[in-house]
Structure formats: structure tokens, C-alpha cells
């Protein structure tokens, strides 16, 4: 947990320096306050999944490059086992990346967990940002083109994630879905 809060940090620093941006000018990008944004970068306040989204699209990058680095793509297999989520545990929303985003591929992999009667929605992404959810236990709803569309454990979608978007699980059983988000 504290790990990851460092890593955030470091993270949004290094973002930041590259930009040159200050942190007036990356709260007027994120949407973030600079209070938030200087207690994060510090290391001092863990995000919520919602504010972390807000910061990744601000910076125009993945969600996951600010959790972990992908291992460098090569010969060896490459096996990943879905942990603890590394986000603020009050949220509820157990989110993990699969295989977080890497340059090469230009896609992240989540693992996301809705508890029935959880509810979750998203900031549009930048232009060209698609995403999938793959349903892989209990059944959910996604909110996509202005719609709620429900989806059983095996069905899929896929939808432009350049406008508001949202999962929802109204059942009365957990609900397991894969998100692969792909940028352009
Ligand atoms: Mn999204």
C-alpha cells in the first residue's frame, strides 16, 4: 500500500517534470485540485481509482503506468496473479492490472471486481481510446453510447471510451469482468 503510494507519486512527478507543467497547470488538466495533486505527489495521500483516472487522462496516459512498469516484453512467458487491490480500499472497487500498459503493445489489461449493487463511472477518455469488457463471472451492465446494456457472465463489448462511461452490477452476486482499454 505505502509502495504504491510512493510509486504514484514519483510517478505523477515525473510526468509533470516532463511536461514542464506546474501544479497549477496540471490541476487545470486533471480536473484535480492542486492540494490533492501536491499531497499525492508527496506521497502522503493515497488516490481513489476515480481521481487516479482523472490524472492519467490530464497526462493523456494509461491508468497503469502509474500503478507499475511493465516487465519489458521478450521471450519468456510472462504469468501474472491478480492480488490485493493496490488502490484506496474504502472505494470497494477491487482493480487489478493484468498486464499493465506497455509502448509496445498499446493496451492495458484490468481485472475489476463489482460487488452487487456497486456501481462505477468513468471520465471520457482521450479521442481514440477504446475499450473491452469481457464478462468472466456474474453478470453486469456497462454503460456505453448513451445506453446501459446488460451482460452475461461470457458476453462482450467493446465501444468508443471518448464519452461517458460506466460499469454497474444489479445482481445479487459478485461480478467479474475484464477491461482491456486500448490507445491509439
Ligand atoms: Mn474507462
Known amino acids: 500500500m505505502e509502495q504504491v503510494q510512493q510509486q504514484i507519486g514519483q510517478r505523477l512527478r515525473q510526468a509533470r517534470q516532463q511536461r514542464g507543467w506546474s501544479l497549477d497547470r496540471t490541476a487545470r488538466e486533471t480536473g484535480v485540485s492542486k492540494a490533492m ?3 499525492i505527489e508527496r506521497g502522503e495521500s493515497s488516490p ?58 498499446g493496451f492495458e489489461l ?11 463511472l468513468s471520465e471520457p477518455h482521450d479521442e481514440g481510446v477504446t475499450e473491452h469488457v469481457i464478462v468472466v463471472s456474474g453478470a453486469m451492465e456497462v454503460l456505453a453510447g448513451g445506453d446501459w446494456h446488460p451482460l452475461a457472465c461470457g458476453e462482450a463489448i467493446r465501444f468508443a471510451a471518448n ?12 461480478a467479474l469482468f475484464h477491461n482491456l482499454i486500448h490507445y491509439r
Do not use: M
Not at 62 to 86: D, Q, T, W, Y
Not at 163 to 174: D, F, I, M, S, V
Open 163 to 174: 464519452q461517458p462511461h460506466g460499469y454497474r452490477n444489479l445482481g445479487a452476486e459478485k
Open 48 to 105: 481513489t481509482v476515480a481521481t487516479l483516472w482523472k490524472i492519467a487522462t490530464g497526462f493523456k496516459l494509461s491508468l497503469s503506468s502509474f500503478l507499475e512498469v511493465a516487465e519489458p516484453a521478450g521471450e519468456r512467458p510472462v504469468i501474472r496473479r491478480v492480488a490485493e487491490s493496490s488502490l484506496q480500499e474504502s472505494e470497494q472497487l477491487q482493480f487489478f492490472p493484468l498486464f499493465p500498459f506497455d509502448p509496445a503493445f
Open 110 to 120: 484490468f481485472q475489476i471486481a463489482l460487488e452487487p449493487g456497486q456501481e462505477h
Open 37 to 39: 495533486l501536491g499531497q
